[in-house]
């Protein structure tokens, strides 16, 4: 991974998905906390943060038909100008990073995110973000289309539950074409071009897990 063609996109960081909210992510405090250690060391780095923000105003609502029928307005998710959708104070964006807004699990998907990638040169996504499951694997998937070697955090992203991120995460591991897992600790040596340690994809579908196993594949990354 070379920093000088690496970004850094976080997706998602946002209030709703705290605790005490309508969609809580488990462990969403020590989440937070792994990707402020990320961003602050692309920061340091000069290495670019990109921020995709969950984002529907009442006109796009009928985009996504399917979601919005008979969901009660409580139960609503990033809802335009809302409290809840706004990014979460730990990871908030600087002055001049861009924040790209979705009204898709893709950041990719109608937006600007590839003209902005580049229009940087990059090569290399550094992805964390939530959940696991939805808007961080479409938008991984759609990176890989696109041919971006993606490099996720897996102990900056998270899910519902520990279970549906860790089987997000071997969903994703087993088409990582070009990419690879690794921890924040090692994202973030990798930031500073030191050598870190990373789990690197070599072949499609590596791991056949089965419930009994994903713990321990998980760990393995």
Not at 36 to 44: D, E, M, P
Not at 123 to 150: E, I, K, M, N, P
Not at 170 to 193: F, H, I, P, S, T
Request: hydrophobic share 50%; charged share 20%; aromatic share 8%.
């Amino acid at each position: 991974m070379n920093p000088r063609t690496t970004a850094v996109l976080a997706i998602d960081f946002q209030n709703e998905y705290r605790r005490v909210a309508a969609y809580p992510v488990e462990g969403y405090d020590a989440i937070l906390a792994n990707a402020a250690a990320v961003i602050a060391a692309a920061r340091a780095a000069r290495v670019p943060v990109i921020h995709a923000q969950a984002w529907i105003e009442d006109a796009a609502k009928g985009d996504y038909k399917l979601l919005h029928e008979g969901l009660a307005p409580e139960l609503r998710s990033a809802v335009a100008d809302s409290p809840g959708a706004a990014i979460c104070a730990e990871v908030a964006p600087l002055s001049g990073e861009a924040v790209i807004r979705k009204a898709w699990p893709s950041a990719f998907r109608d937006t600007t995110l590839g003209d902005a990638l580049s229009r940087l040169g990059i090569q290399h996504l550094l992805t964390l973000g939530v959940w696991s499951d939805s808007c961080v694997r479409a938008s991984v998937f759609d990176a890989v289309f696109a041919g971006y070697r993606v490099w996720l955090v897996k102990d900056a992203c998270g899910s519902g539950t520990e279970t549906m991120h860790r089987a997000a995460v071997l969903d994703m591991a087993n088409r990582l074409y070009g990419g690879g897992v690794l921890r924040a600790a090692e994202a973030n040596k990798a930031l500073q071009a030191k050598a870190y340690t990373a789990w690197k994809c070599a072949r499609p579908v590596e791991f056949l897990y089965r419930i009994e196993t994903i713990d321990s594949l998980y760990e393995a990354l």
